[in-house]
């Protein structure tokens, strides 16, 4: 067997600073994914637990704990008190947790949004349930410290599903949605010295921005620019009609 990748390394040349990523189908007619490195390819499956793997023949260890979790509720008259993640558990479910991190950031580059939701919102799962079941905090911590970027990314990837389907108000909405939501994490967590500096909601807001500055206007804001405008030339009878249509104007126009 020919373990050398060196003729796959020379025909895919690395580019400091930029992703190279890309998608194919293998042999077995599994799709797989595969991200150039400086020194290497990391390649993934495309669905499932990115490696392959099956712990405990479960999907996942995220699944396998599922389970361990509902036959201890099974056992334990419906209640989950009691029920704890050690530190090997949860460093774990962290590490299968970045596989993930590592193919949905392949994902956003390759432009599969509604996959990379997918991924997101699976270790926003994995996140909740280590939060809620970690032996101590400091253990959930090391986890709940990532929420803010995968926060950051989800919310890219459902506002640009928007844009892509001329949903400007909805693509707002989403990033407004998200900013908010990382700055209620950083005010349970009291950290709040984060809350202006944080490198997340300062990328959803210049891209807010951004998206604001490019997209169409809607016709009660043409309007309110043309009556901005009337005022400003002392068009008074302009600025009239221009009053009558904005009044006129029916609410899905708006």
């Keep these: 067997m020919d373990f050398d990748i060196s003729r796959l390394l020379d025909e895919w040349d690395y580019k400091p600073g930029k992703m190279s990523v890309r998608k194919f189908t293998a042999n077995d007619g599994t799709e797989k994914i595969q991200l150039r490195l400086d020194l290497g ?6 669905s499932g637990r990115p490696d392959g793997k099956r712990p405990f023949s479960y999907a996942s260890l995220l699944e396998y704990h599922q389970g361990r979790l509902h036959k201890y509720v099974a056992d334990h ?24 991190h590592h193919r949905y950031i392949c994902l956003l580059e390759l432009g599969d949004h509604n996959a990379v939701i997918r991924d997101t919102e699976r270790n926003l799962a994995v996140f909740d349930f280590v939060n809620k079941h970690a032996e101590s905090d400091e253990l959930s911590w090391a986890l709940q410290q ?34 908010e939501t990382i700055r209620q994490f950083y005010r349970d967590y009291s950290r709040e010295d984060l809350l202006e500096d944080s490198p997340e909601t300062a990328s959803l807001e210049a891209w807010r921005d951004e998206i604001n500055l490019n997209r169409p206007l809607s016709k009660k804001e043409k309007l309110e620019i043309a009556l901005n405008d009337a005022v400003q030339r002392e068009d008074y009878e302009k600025a009239a009609r221009v009053r009558d249509a904005l009044r006129n104007l029916k609410t899905g126009d708006a």
């Design 41 to 46: 390819v990391l390649q993934m499956n495309a």
């Design 77 to 100: 008259d419906g209640s989950d008190e009691g029920f704890v993640l050690g530190p090997e558990a949860c460093a774990k479910l962290q590490m299968e947790a970045l596989q993930y």
């Design 146 to 179: 990532f929420r803010p970027q995968l926060l950051m990314i989800q919310a890219r990837a459902r506002a640009t599903l928007a844009l892509e389907a001329q949903d400007f108000s909805g693509a707002l909405s989403q990033i407004d949605t998200s900013v």
